[in-house]
C-alpha cells in the first residue's frame, strides 16, 4: 500500500493554491476514487476516512483532498453569520463554480500523477461536493476519465436539470431513509434528470443524513465499492 500526503497545485480557480491531500494506493489497485467533500466537510473527516478505507480494503485506491484552503475555510466561519443578511453572499463552501474549478485541477493532478495516471477514475461525492463532482464529471476536460459517481447525502439539485441532463455515465446516489424529506426528494427528483442509463438511487434504512447509525456507514462503503468495482472493470475489458 503507498500511503502519501501531498499538496496539489491548483491554477484554474483564479489565485493558484496548493490543496492539501491523503493519498492511498492498495497493491495491484486498478482504480481510484476522488473524494469530493461537501459543506462543513474535509478530508479529516471520519466519515469519508472510514468510507475510503473500506474502499482501500476493497482494492480501490483513494484520494482524500480538501477543496478549499484553511483561509477560505475560516472565511466562511467568520461570514457564515451575515450570510443571511447580506443579499448575494455565497459561502465558499456553496460556491459550486469554485468547487467544481478545485475538482476538475485535481482530476488532471491525478490522470498525471506517476503512481494514479493509469488508474481507472469515479468520485465520491458528499452534500455540495456531489454537485462538484457531477459538473466536473461532463466537463470536456475530464469527462474522458471519469468512469463512475457515487453521491452520499448529496445535493444534486444545484447542478440544476440542464446541467444533469449532460450526465452521461453511471451514477448511484445513496441516502438515509431517516434524512430530511427535502435531501430525499432532491435526489429523488434529480436522479430523473441525470442523462445517463445507468443510474440508480439506494436508501439505507434508519439512517440519518450523517450515517451515524451503527453499520450505516459500513452500508455506504459497501454500496459504493460494488458500484464502483463494478463498472471499472466494465472499463478494464473494453481496454483490453
Known amino acids: 500500500m503507498i500511503k502519501a500526503s501531498v499538496h496539489i497545485p491548483i491554477s484554474n480557480s483564479g489565485s493558484p493554491v496548493k490543496l492539501p491531500a491523503d493519498l492511498s494506493i492498495p ?8 473524494f469530493a467533500h461537501g459543506s462543513g466537510s474535509g478530508k479529516n473527516s471520519p466519515r469519508n476516512v472510514a468510507v475510503a ?7 480501490l485506491a483513494t ?10 475555510e475560516k472565511c466562511d466561519t467568520i461570514t457564515a453569520n451575515q450570510h443571511n ?3 448575494g453572499l455565497i459561502l465558499n463552501k456553496f460556491n459550486i463554480y469554485l468547487l467544481t474549478s478545485r475538482l476538475l485541477g485535481v482530476t488532471e493532478w491525478v490522470t ?11 468520485y465520491f461525492g458528499a452534500s455540495t461536493g ?16 471519469v468512469e463512475a459517481i457515487v453521491s452520499r447525502s448529496g445535493r444534486p439539485d444545484l447542478v440544476g436539470r440542464i446541467g444533469l441532463r449532460l450526465i452521461t455515465i ?6 438515509g431513509g431517516s434524512d430530511l424529506p427535502d435531501v430525499i426528494n432532491w435526489n429523488k427528483n434529480a436522479l430523473q434528470d441525470i442523462g445517463s442509463e445507468k443510474k440508480k438511487m439506494m436508501v439505507v434504512a434508519n439512517a440519518t443524513h450523517l450515517f ?5 456507514l459500513e452500508e455506504v462503503a459497501k454500496l459504493a465499492s460494488g458500484w464502483f468495482r463494478c463498472y471499472f472493470q466494465i472499463k478494464a475489458h473494453q481496454s483490453a
Open 85 to 87: 443578511r447580506i443579499p
Open 170 to 175: 453511471p451514477t448511484l446516489f445513496i441516502v
Open 112 to 122: 498525471q500523477n506517476q503512481n494514479t495516471s493509469g488508474l481507472v477514475l469515479g
Open 130 to 145: 456531489t454537485a462538484a463532482a457531477l459538473n466536473a464529471s461532463s466537463n470536456s476536460r475530464t469527462c474522458k476519465f
Open 63 to 72: 484520494l482524500l483532498v480538501d477543496l478549499l484552503t484553511p483561509e477560505e
Open 212 to 216: 451515524e447509525e451503527h453499520g450505516t
Open 53 to 59: 478505507e473500506l474502499l482501500n480494503k476493497d482494492g
Open 27 to 34: 497493491i495491484n489497485s486498478t482504480g481510484i476514487i476522488i
